[in-house]
Nanobody
Framework: QVKVVESGGGSVQDGGSLRLSCAYT?????????????MSWYRQAPGGNREFVSI???????NYADSVKGRFTISHDNARNRGSLSMNNLKTDDTAMYYC?????????WGQGTQVTVSS
């Protein structure tokens, strides 16, 4: 079992920046102990569906939703079990709960989320 914890959310004005962090801990005797995880970020706005934001694979390859390309940057230190999502030029449409998701060979885990609110 893996515990995933996000942090770094908050309230900013339009055009501001935030950096979200994601840390995960493994149980040493779990079936997926020692796994190398892909890390993703998703978000869910009030009344909306959870949507993909970004992913970084263990080989370093990244992908972003079109709505955040050029503004968000994902990173992941697999050796330290932590990663981040740097968000610049934030817009009111970025307001949402942001979730970190890690995945390895079908073992998938979600965090509880961290709220990002962007005001005009």
């Amino acid at each position: 079992q893996v515990k995933v914890v996000e942090s770094g959310g908050g309230s900013v004005q339009d055009g501001g920046s935030l950096r979200l962090s994601c840390a995960y801990t493994e149980a040493p005797d779990s079936e997926d102990a020692g796994c190398q995880y892909d890390m993703s970020w998703y978000r869910q706005a009030p009344g909306g569906n959870r949507e993909f934001v970004s992913i970084i694979e263990t080989n370093g390859r990244t992908n972003y939703a079109d709505s955040v390309k050029g503004r968000f940057t994902i990173s992941h230190d697999n050796a330290r079990n932590r990663g981040s999502l740097s968000m610049n030029n934030l817009k009111t449409d970025d307001t949402a709960m942001y979730y970190c998701y890690v995945d390895c060979r079908g073992f998938t885990y979600w965090g509880q989320g961290t709220q990002v609110t962007v005001s005009s």
